[in-house]
């Protein structure tokens, strides 16, 4: 049996995670999953976690990290990631970063890679206020770029001290950018 590949997408909002993980899924033939959506599918099928989290979305509390790794080992045992998956989303900070790591270790048949998407911050402002949503406006976007630095940038450290980084130029074309992404997973 080969071996699965997974591959965690980190970069800053507007750097094109959805768009890259949606064209790479598409060439390896693997699920493309956002935290967001196993939240949202365990708690429409009521599973066990999904009730869990359901209290405390309902609530406007963030789901622990501890119950959001079940959740995330769940869906990853699910039969469409037999070649693989694309986690997008996760993880926003170094304690999770940490807690995947161990979870990781689970999957012995996966190889994976932490791939970040550098994106200058004016480029990022740019392409938020130019594609058209009511709440992108300067300051929001300014206080979510500051979130990002301060929150989930140091999971880039954590990654690069691991020697699992791999960092690709993200304000190329999207084909460009999506032949990176392909020659680092090697398909």
Do not use: C
Not at 11 to 23: D, F, L, M, N
Not at 86 to 95: K, M, S, T, Y
Not at 123 to 143: C, F, K, M, Y
Not at 158 to 183: F, P
């Amino acid at each position: 049996m080969s071996k699965r590949i997974g591959v965690i997408f980190l970069g800053p909002p507007g750097s094109g995670k959805g768009t890259q993980a949606q064209r790479l899924a598409g060439t390896l033939q693997i699920p493309h999953i956002s935290t967001g959506e196993i939240l949202r599918e365990a708690i429409a099928k009521a599973t066990p976690l999904g009730q869990q989290a359901k209290s405390y979305v309902e609530n406007g509390d963030l789901v622990p990290d501890s119950l959001l790794l079940d959740l995330i080992r769940e869906r990853l045992q699910q039969e469409d990631t037999e070649k693989g998956w694309i986690l997008d989303g996760f993880p926003r900070n170094v304690a999770q970063a940490a807690f995947l790591e161990e979870l990781l270790q689970e999957f012995t048949d996966t190889v994976w890679y932490a791939i970040n998407l550098e994106v200058p911050d004016e480029v990022l402002i740019d392409r938020l206020l130019h594609r058209g949503r009511q709440d992108d406006t300067v300051e929001t976007i300014a206080h979510r770029l500051e979130v990002y630095h301060k929150q989930t940038e140091p999971v880039l450290g954590y990654y690069r001290e691991r020697n699992a980084l791999h960092s690709i130029d993200g304000h190329r074309s999207l084909d460009e950018v999506t032949d990176s992404l392909t020659a680092i997973v090697g398909r």
